[in-house]
């Protein structure tokens, strides 16, 4: 499974992005995509996650800010909104298998995604 991330960039706090992630190859083993972060110095960490019913699950930090959707069975868009200074990172696509416990194995290439105060 391959991941390709798109989106990102630079914005001013409160503003607004989205990202997106489309999944290719074995695909029908996917169960659950989304997106984890890593600020500098930070680990890296859930953002949210979707499953292949659309069971969603979202940082404490994000809810109600973020929204992710999944398009189809192979592609999944954020869409962030009131961006903070401190959602400033690197944002990666993941995606984890039937029976794969979260975070999957699979990842993409990470985004920056930058928010000036």
């Known amino acids: 499974v391959q991941l390709q991330a798109s989106g990102g960039g630079l914005v001013q706090a409160g503003g607004s992005l989205r990202l997106s992630c489309a999944a290719s190859g074995r695909t029908f083993s996917i169960n659950q995509m989304g997106w984890y972060r890593q600020a500098p110095g930070q680990q890296r960490e859930l953002v949210a996650t979707?499953?292949?019913?659309?069971?969603t699950n979202y940082a404490d930090s994000v809810n109600g800010r973020f929204i992710l959707s999944r398009d189809n069975r192979d592609m999944v868009s954020l869409q962030m909104n009131s961006l903070k200074p401190e959602d400033t990172a690197v944002y990666y696509c993941?995606?984890?298998?039937?029976?794969?416990?979260?975070?999957?194995?699979?990842w993409g290439q990470g985004t920056l995604v930058t928010v000036s105060s």
């Open positions: 979707i499953t292949r019913g659309l069971s």
């Open positions: 993941n995606a984890a298998a039937f029976g794969q416990p979260p975070p999957g194995a699979y």
